[in-house]
């Protein structure tokens, strides 16, 4: 062992001391010995130093005892490889072609060990070849090609076909509400023309929120986010629809309820779409929107804007906030993932007390149709048990706030506006006399006027 191994850290402390004040010349001077223990603490002279420098004169000295690494030995496979080696590798695997199993007779099938032992190899494989490997046409965008076959259901979905045939009988039922004969030429002229409207509308409305539609569950499969059709296709059947559906409506039918369908269609597409994305007043809009087809119904059959055709532009502006509250609240992560404002969305208390109000609403528009002479006082009596028990939903849904109690008020709401049609239809005002048919009959395009219901 060497001198320095054998010096103790105080007596290597009292060395350097002794031979600083010789050098220096100055001797016994007690505040340069302070200076000098704060040089040393500065300096890092402690023991652990004097064992680094000693480590460093062995190892220099003596190459024997420099650590050295114990050599290892080969692994039979690296699993590190080097890049030129992964590239050959790779350029391989691209050129393996899968081959096709050939069938075997039942006397030389494999058995089961054999089966398993090819399919961990063929794992094994597979977890090797790189992702780079997958072939370039698998990853390119690939256009839809349209079918002949496929494309009624598509126009289909693009015209809404659900939503069109609801607002065909809703116009239907406004023009079976109205208090004149039953004409069924113009009924089936004012349903065509209605039921192309409506198709047009959807059509463009599809068309202006192709982007949006994409970021929603509820929408992204709709036949122009998924590229089944092309827009140009889209534009020329929403007009191919819209164009004959007005045409029909103002020559087939009246001047006024072309007008309505024409304001419908403007309605929905230019004010209705662009403000889900900037307020929650289109839900408002949208129920306007909702409430026209009964009305254009009752002024295809009457020729005239009564106070009955307002009084089923109510009823159905008021049903469509429990149906469309209900519905959005369990679409509120959908609707705000699209980016549309909805009451649900942003103000989710607002759109509880909303449904409520109109579902109380339609009890008192229910107490007004005998009022206004569209129904007998019977209609109010029997929609009572359905209008209560809505508005109970409702008031569930404002207080309880979950998916069920939506689910529920949305499911009832279904089969709610239906059944309070027929009962207005059933207890309809009968006419009193053929005169007045006659008159109401008068603003309409000149047909004769038809025997009166008893």
């Not at 007779?105 to 494989?125: D, F, G, I, Q």
């Not at 977890?127 to 698998?138: L, Q, R």
């Amino acid at each position: 062992m060497s001198a320095a191994g054998c010096c103790s850290p105080p007596r290597a402390l009292a060395g350097l001391f002794v031979w600083h004040l010789k050098n220096t010349g100055a001797r016994q001077v007690p505040c340069q010995f302070v200076q000098l223990c704060h040089v040393a603490n500065d300096r890092l002279i402690t023991f652990q130093y004097f064992n680094f420098l000693k480590r460093m004169y062995v190892t220099q000295h003596n190459r024997d005892l420099s650590q050295r690494a114990k050599p290892k030995s080969d692994p039979l496979a690296s699993p590190f490889r080097e890049p030129q080696q992964l590239d050959q590798e790779k350029k391989i695997i691209h050129k393996i072609r899968p081959i096709s199993p050939v069938h075997q007779p039942l006397s030389e099938t494999p058995s089961r060990n054999e089966l398993r032992e090819m399919k961990s190899a063929a794992e094994a494989e597979g977890s090797v070849t790189a992702v780079g490997a997958e072939p370039k046409e698998d990853r390119q965008w690939k256009e839809m090609k349209l079918r002949m076959d496929d494309l009624p259901g598509i126009l289909a979905r693009l015209s809404k076909i659900k939503l069109t045939a609801l607002v065909v009988s809703t116009a239907s039922a406004g023009f079976a509400m109205a208090p004149v004969p039953f004409d069924l030429t113009c009924f089936l002229l004012a349903s065509l023309g209605t039921g192309l409207a409506s198709c047009a509308a959807n059509a463009i409305n599809q068309f202006f929120e192709v982007p949006f539609d994409s970021n929603m569950n509820r929408t992204k499969n709709r036949p122009l986010v998924r590229g089944q059709i092309s827009p140009l296709l889209a534009v020329c059947f929403a007009a191919s629809c819209g164009v004959p559906g007005i045409a029909l409506l103002v020559l087939g039918v009246n001047p006024l309820t072309g007008a309505l369908g024409a304001f419908n269609i403007f309605l929905y597409t230019c004010c209705y779409t662009p403000m889900k994305r900037l307020s929650i007043a289109n839900t408002w809009v949208g129920a306007v929107v909702g409430a026209i087809p009964p009305v254009m119904g009752w002024t295809a059959a009457t020729g005239s804007l009564d106070a009955g055709a307002l009084l089923l532009g109510g009823i159905l502006y008021s049903w469509q906030f429990p149906h469309f509250n209900a519905l959005s609240w369990g679409l509120r992560e959908d609707y705000s993932r699209g980016g549309y404002r909805m009451m649900s969305v942003t103000h989710p208390g607002l759109c509880r007390r909303v449904a409520l109000r109109h579902c109380l609403a339609l009890l008192g528009l229910s107490a007004l149709a005998p009022l206004l002479e569209v129904t007998t006082w019977t209609f109010p009596v029997v929609s009572l048990p359905i209008n209560l028990y809505i508005s109970y939903l409702a008031f569930r849904f404002y207080r309880e706030a979950d998916r069920s109690s939506s689910r529920k008020l949305f499911f009832c709401s279904l089969w709610h506006l239906p059944l309070l049609l027929l009962v207005m239809f059933t207890c309809k005002k009968p006419f009193l006399q053929k005169e007045e048919a006659g008159e109401l009959l008068g603003g309409r395009h000149g047909r004769g006027v038809g025997i009166g219901l008893p």
